[in-house]
């Protein structure tokens, strides 16, 4: 059964990049019918989505976060990873991954969750 | 974008109950529509895909309907496990979820 498991610091200073690792075990993340995806979800508020990324490299964003996010793919580490630019606090949240099935090509549901990983934007 | 917007915001309901949450999308989904539960310092869970489809593994007890506009999501018999919040989410155009509904112990 695949797992995922995000990484990465728990803290991050405004104005900087958060960078954050989503390594999954017990499958790979080549496979042609998954994309892979990063939701956030502020302290005790809901759930917003952040991108979507293909094995291929091919890519799909939030328009309210597109200018600052950038989610990259390494297939020889079984990993896929978020880079968050310019973050203030209100980008503090926990930040989930997340494998999204497809059907018949289309994108479906988001079906395998990490755990989820709390980062916090202060000086 | 397209917004989905939940209701109720909260829900009080016991043990045994049939508890109904709507979903209502500001445009067109078709089917594209998935509910989650999530409880407290966990990931979201996937209950139900394509508006109506349970996941494997989910009780039988939960179950979803609609399509275009307007989905709920039905419990038959609400059982201790159930008390959570609740997400709904489509994915016709992009991905956006709805604001949630807590369902609390009455």
């Known amino acids: 059964q695949l797992q995922l498991q995000e990484s990465g610091p728990g803290l991050v200073k405004p104005s900087e990049t958060l960078s954050l690792t989503c390594t999954a075990s017990?499958?790979?993340?080549?496979?042609?019918?998954?994309?892979w995806g990063w939701i956030r979800q502020p302290p005790g508020r809901g759930l917003e989505w952040i991108g979507n990324i293909y094995y291929g490299g091919s890519t799909y964003y939030n328009p309210s976060l597109k200018s600052r996010v950038t989610i990259s793919v390494d297939t020889s580490k079984n990993q896929f990873s978020l880079k968050l630019s310019s973050v203030t606090a209100a980008d503090t949240a926990v930040y989930y991954c997340?494998?999204?099935?497809?059907?018949?090509?289309?994108?479906?549901?988001?079906?395998?969750w990490g755990q989820g990983t709390m980062v916090t934007v202060s000086s | 974008d397209i917004q989905m917007t939940q209701s109720p915001s909260t829900l009080s309901a016991s043990v045994r109950d049939r508890v109904t949450i709507t979903c209502r999308a500001s445009?067109?989904?078709?089917?594209?529509l998935a509910w989650y539960q999530q409880k407290p310092g966990k990931a979201p869970k996937l209950l139900i895909y394509?508006?109506?489809s349970l996941e494997s593994g989910v009780p039988s007890r939960f179950s979803g309907s609609g399509s275009g506009t307007e989905f709920t999501l039905t419990i038959s018999s609400l059982q201790p496990d159930d008390f959570a919040t609740y997400y709904c989410?489509?994915?016709?155009?992009?991905?956006?979820f709805g604001q949630g509904t807590k369902v609390e112990i009455k």
């Open positions: 017990g499958g790979s993340i080549s496979s042609s019918i998954y994309y």
């Open positions: 997340a494998r999204q099935r497809t059907i018949v090509g289309a994108t479906d549901a988001f079906d395998i």
């Open positions: 989410q489509q994915y016709n155009s992009y991905w956006t």
């Open positions: 394509k508006a109506s």
């Open positions: 445009q067109n989904i078709s089917s594209w």
